[in-house]
């Protein structure tokens, strides 16, 4: 069986954003281990706040992308 880290709510989020069904995304200017970065953004309401729930980041210069083997993706 191959190890994965994705899990339904990535793939729920991933569906979200590729699916057409929603408008409620929006690309969030933020800090990741505080170094600027982006996000994007599922926007909701919840009473009379604005709810930023983030589905996925930006690259960051620091990011290394591995497999479950350690070799760089």
């Known amino acids: 069986m191959t190890e994965t880290h994705i899990t339904p709510a990535h793939r729920e989020a991933f569906s979200a ?3 057409g069904e929603f408008t409620n995304f929006a690309l969030f ?3 990741i281990d505080g170094r600027p ?3 994007i953004v ?3 309401r919840d009473e009379a706040d604005y709810v ?3 589905l996925f980041v930006a ?3 620091d990011m290394v992308l591995t497999d479950h083997d ?3 993706a």
Do not use: H, I, K
Request: contains cysteine.
């Open 29 to 31: 200017s933020c800090f």
């Open 70 to 72: 350690g070799r760089r």
């Open 52 to 54: 930023l729930s983030p």
């Open 37 to 39: 970065s982006a996000a």
């Open 59 to 61: 690259v960051t210069p």
């Open 17 to 19: 954003l590729t699916g």
């Open 42 to 44: 599922a926007v909701t």
